[in-house]
């Protein structure tokens, strides 16, 4: 009698990424590419886009003379729609840190 191979699988993990009104679900690869084009455009003080799945993601980091501490995020999602963040550079360096502490080395 022959035996089956093993076979498993591994349930897709998403991540919610939440922006004004817009929840877009991206796999972790995604999340991945998407918060490395966030720290691209952090580091560089530049503007950095990518495509994630469904949803492109948008990050203006450049400095602006009369607003030198905020950045812009755009979220854009073919089945949801789109939305804008303003955020202080120091919210997007925590939540770099943080996605890259609890969810990088979680896996």
């Known amino acids: 009698m022959e035996q089956a191979p093993f076979i498993f699988q591994i349930p897709r993990l998403e991540l919610t990424l939440l922006a ?3 929840g877009a679900a991206v796999s972790i690869p995604e999340a991945k590419a998407i918060f490395e084009s966030i720290r691209l455009a952090y580091d560089r003080q530049d503007m950095q886009r990518v495509e994630a799945g469904t949803t492109t993601c948008t990050t203006d980091c450049r400095v602006h003379p009369r607003y030198p501490d905020r950045t812009t995020i755009k979220f854009e999602s073919r089945r949801l729609g789109s939305a804008s963040v ?4 120091v919210d997007i360096a925590n939540a770099l840190l943080e996605f890259e502490t609890k969810v990088l080395q979680a896996l």
């Open 20 to 22: 004004g009104d817009i």
């Open 86 to 89: 303003t955020l202080r550079r």
